[in-house]
């Protein structure tokens, strides 16, 4: 597919559609078929091959707006990292991961890794040098993931791509965060982009899938292990993906605008304690995601100031959802500690900077006025409560 000169939103309406040649219609059809001919065909289709019609045409449209060769859909976010990871490790082999990543990679890494005889080591910190001094002899790949949850950490990618490069490395990266409006990882040299395909491709929290881009080389080497291991996605949620990703463009614009807004005004509250967002002048990693973000992105984190308790805070908002996931057009809150970190050791959380106290902001696409009215009704709420108690 390579890069198109198409802009995102027209990538997002129109690669990747099936024309309805029947029938006329406006929107790709839908393939529901289990079961394809075999004989006197060109391609012997199958859903657990990645291959039905839909699957095949989403994934034109996700490679497209990665800028690869390639790409495939897969059942969950997690289906698609470990699908990718496994592709290219075995056992003996050793793989760099960053400090900073998701509770489930975290959790999947040193729970089943060692059940394959795979090495891993977690890099200290985020400079190019935390990486390169972990790499040994049978290193075989560097992980990473910028934006990171839940602390929006920032990575050099350029970085990391000349790093694996000189080694002979295969770069990977969990890019759910940035998104494809957001961020292009093989611009900078990364060789395999991973997405969470549940949160910003579908936005609308009611799609579980997963996506990996690449050159066709590498979808090649992971299509081997991902029909032995069958982590494909029907073609009823295909559909309603490719549906999904048309407005994506328009959405995450929408939510990096409100989330500036917000993290804004955050920042500046006195009893808000500190906020993580790479937007804000103040982040460690503002300049670099300057240069390698075309947008700082939906999400954010925030501590209140340590007098309130964060639970009663979530609880007591009316029109932000305290909620499991992300992405989605509705604003929602979550505790790592409690949600996506939980299955993390308190002192693995802590090794990573994740207080108790940290809450996950997925900002969404209401009018930001509406957002901040129902934060201070909350704040209000918490800190009469906390009177009350004390009288």
Same mark, same amino acid.
């Given at each position: 597919?390579?890069?198109?000169?198409?802009?995102?939103?027209?990538?997002?309406? @129109?690669?990747?559609?099936? @024309?309805?040649?029947? #029938?006329?219609?406006?929107?790709?059809?839908?393939?529901?078929?289990?079961?394809?001919?075999?004989?006197?065909?060109?391609?012997?289709?199958?859903?657990?091959?990645?291959?039905?019609?839909?699957?095949?045409?989403?994934?034109?449209?996700?490679?497209?707006?990665?800028?690869?060769?390639?790409?495939?859909?897969?059942?969950?976010?997690?289906?698609?990292?470990?699908?990718?990871?496994?592709?290219?490790?075995?056992?003996?082999?050793?793989?760099?991961?960053?400090?900073?990543?998701?509770?489930?990679?975290?959790?999947?890494?040193?729970?089943?890794?060692?059940?394959?005889?795979?090495?891993?080591?977690?890099?200290?910190?985020?400079?190019?040098?935390?990486?390169?001094?972990?790499?040994?002899?049978?290193?075989?790949?560097?992980?990473?993931?910028?934006?990171?949850?839940?602390?929006?950490?920032?990575?050099?990618?350029?970085?990391?791509?000349?790093?694996?490069?000189?080694?002979?490395?295969?770069?990977?990266?969990?890019?759910?965060?940035?998104?494809?409006?957001?961020?292009?990882?093989?611009?900078?040299?990364?060789?395999?982009?991973?997405?969470?395909?549940?949160?910003?491709?579908?936005?609308?929290?009611?799609?579980?899938?997963?996506?990996?881009?690449?050159?066709?080389?590498?979808?090649?080497?992971?299509?081997?292990?991902?029909?032995?291991?069958?982590?494909?996605?029907?073609?009823?949620?295909?559909?309603?993906?490719?549906?999904?990703?048309?407005?994506?463009?328009?959405?995450?614009?929408?939510?990096?605008?409100?989330?500036?807004?917000?993290?804004?005004?955050?920042?500046?509250?006195?009893?808000?304690?500190?906020?993580?967002?790479?937007?804000?002048?103040? @982040?460690?990693? @503002?300049?670099?995601?300057?240069?390698?973000?075309?947008? #700082?992105?939906?999400?954010?984190?925030?501590?209140?100031?340590?007098?309130?308790?964060?639970?009663?805070?979530?609880?007591?908002?009316?029109?932000?959802?305290?909620?499991?996931?992300?992405?989605?057009?509705?604003s929602t809150v979550l505790s790592p500690t409690l949600a996506s970190h939980a299955l993390m050791s308190p002192e693995e959380r802590k090794n990573q900077g994740i207080a108790d106290g940290l809450i996950r902001f997925s900002v969404g696409i209401e009018?930001?006025?509406?957002?901040?009215?129902?934060?201070e009704q909350a704040l209000e709420k918490v800190r009469n409560s906390s009177m009350v108690s004390t009288d």
């Open positions: 597919m390579g890069k198109s000169n198409k802009g995102v939103n027209t990538i997002c309406t @129109h690669v990747g559609e099936i @024309h309805d040649e029947q #029938f006329k219609g406006a929107i790709s059809p839908l393939y529901m078929s289990t079961s394809y001919a075999f004989e006197d065909v060109d391609v012997k289709r199958y859903p657990r091959y990645f291959n039905t019609p839909n699957q095949v045409a989403l994934s034109q449209k996700i490679a497209a707006l990665e800028h690869a060769e390639a790409a495939m859909i897969f059942g969950s976010g997690m289906a698609a990292i470990s699908t990718a990871l496994l592709a290219f490790l075995q056992a003996g082999d050793h793989i760099v991961l960053q400090k900073a990543l998701y509770g489930g990679t975290y959790n999947f890494v040193n729970e089943e890794f060692s059940k394959y005889g795979i090495e891993f080591s977690f890099t200290e910190g985020l400079e190019p040098q935390d990486f390169e001094s972990k790499i040994k002899d049978n290193t075989k790949v560097i992980f990473v993931e910028t934006p990171s949850n839940p602390l929006l950490t920032i990575t050099d990618l350029a970085a990391i791509g000349k790093i694996a490069k000189k080694h002979g490395l295969v770069s990977m990266i969990d890019n759910t965060f940035a998104s494809p409006v957001n961020q292009n990882p093989l611009d900078f040299g990364i060789e395999i982009v991973i997405h969470s395909a549940t949160k910003y491709m579908g936005g609308h929290s009611d799609i579980c899938a997963g996506a990996v881009a690449s050159t066709a080389e590498n979808m090649e080497r992971i299509f081997h292990l991902a029909k032995n291991l069958g982590g494909s996605l029907s073609d009823y949620t295909v559909w309603l993906l490719e549906r999904s990703i048309k407005t994506m463009g328009i959405r995450v614009k929408a939510q990096n605008a409100n989330a500036q807004y917000l993290a804004e005004y955050l920042d500046a509250h006195q009893e808000i304690d500190r906020v993580y967002y790479p937007g804000l002048p103040n @982040h460690p990693g @503002h300049d670099l995601a300057k240069a390698q973000m075309k947008g #700082f992105g939906g999400m954010m984190s925030f501590e209140l100031d340590k007098s309130y308790d964060a639970s009663e805070f979530q609880k007591a908002l009316s029109l932000i959802k305290p909620s499991m996931s992300l992405a989605g057009v509705e009018e930001a006025e509406d957002l901040i009215a129902d934060i």
